[in-house]
């Protein structure tokens, strides 16, 4: 499942989704059915030509919002930490400095 998320920047004075949430449900078999809150009496509608005026709203709103942040990839990200390599020390003796956490 991918969600996406996209702001309107709060300096936008009017825009389409003012009135409400618009939710458009598209189905493998080619039907489609959609509702807004401010449209059609907040009454889900499979009618073609409604559909149209939430999609259209629905691009309105996509247009005039940030845009989407690339994909973000939950699997935590290894890091890998060395060891310094060894500086001569007093009389030629070898000092390995410690990492943090090992004092």
Request: proline share 17%.
């Amino acid at each position: 499942m991918l969600v996406t998320l996209q702001v309107m920047p709060t300096n936008t004075e009017a825009h389409p989704g003012l009135d409400g949430r618009v939710e458009l449900l598209k189905f493998p078999d080619g039907t489609a059915v959609g509702r807004s809150d401010g449209a059609f009496n907040g009454r889900p509608t499979p009618d073609p030509k409604q559909l149209r005026i939430l999609e259209l709203r629905y691009g309105t709103i996509r247009a005039q919002a940030f845009p989407p942040a690339p994909p973000h990839d939950p699997r935590p990200r290894l890091q890998t930490h060395r060891r310094p390599p060894p500086r001569p020390g007093p009389e030629g003796l070898d000092h390995v400095p410690l990492l943090r956490g090992q004092e």
